[in-house]
């Protein structure tokens, strides 16, 4: 379990790509437990147990929906799950960094929280386009342009369908 997490890790330090995630069948699953187990916790810090499943089952597909097509249109096909496993678990490795900055967010909104946010966010497109540079053998400023239509495609559809901020009633007026 320990090579698995420092192979993340080093992917996520851009020191391997997914060219070095093993193709064993069982790893891709394995993966997916851990990425669904701290999504969840991060997600769950803001919202109910069965919108935070569905937000996960939705990143899910959107990242498997997007990384086929991809590959196949590049004739990289065979790196499908090497790429989806490296994509699965760097996403995994992230959010756990993440989960400091999003609960001290949720209980109050300071600069330090939101700066840390934002190096997060910066550092995910970064992975996601190293693992994408890689996984097409293409130069880094290409993997960033895919990485970075993919998260905003990601961010619009999660945005869609989980809006952030429940509209809540206007105040009445004071008479």
């Known amino acids: 379990m320990y090579p698995l997490l420092q192979l993340f890790l080093e992917i996520t330090a851009f020191r391997k790509g997914p060219q070095d995630v093993p193709t064993a069948s069982w790893l891709l699953p394995l993966v ?12 769950l810090l803001s919202s109910d147990l069965s919108s935070a499943l569905m937000q996960v089952a939705v990143d899910f597909a959107l990242m498997s929906g997007f990384i086929w097509p991809l590959l196949f249109v590049s004739d990289k096909i065979n790196r499908y799950r090497q790429t989806l496993a490296a994509l699965l678990g760097t996403d995994a490795v992230i959010n756990f ?3 400091p900055a999003v609960a001290s967010l949720n209980n109050e909104a300071t600069d330090l929280g939101f ?11 970064a992975v996601t386009g190293h693992i994408f540079r890689y996984a097409l053998d293409r130069p880094l400023f290409f993997g960033l342009g895919v990485a970075f239509l993919y998260l905003l495609i990601s961010s619009q559809v999660l945005e869609a369908l989980f809006p952030l901020v429940a509209m809540a009633p206007a105040p009445s007026p004071d008479l």
């Not at 437990?33 to 701290?38: K, L």
């Not at 700066?115 to 497109?125: D, G, P």
């Open 115 to 125: 700066f840390a946010m934002l190096i997060l966010m910066i550092w995910h497109w």
């Open 97 to 99: 960094f993440a989960l």
């Open 32 to 43: 997916g437990v851990f990425y669904v187990a701290i999504n969840l916790a991060v997600l």
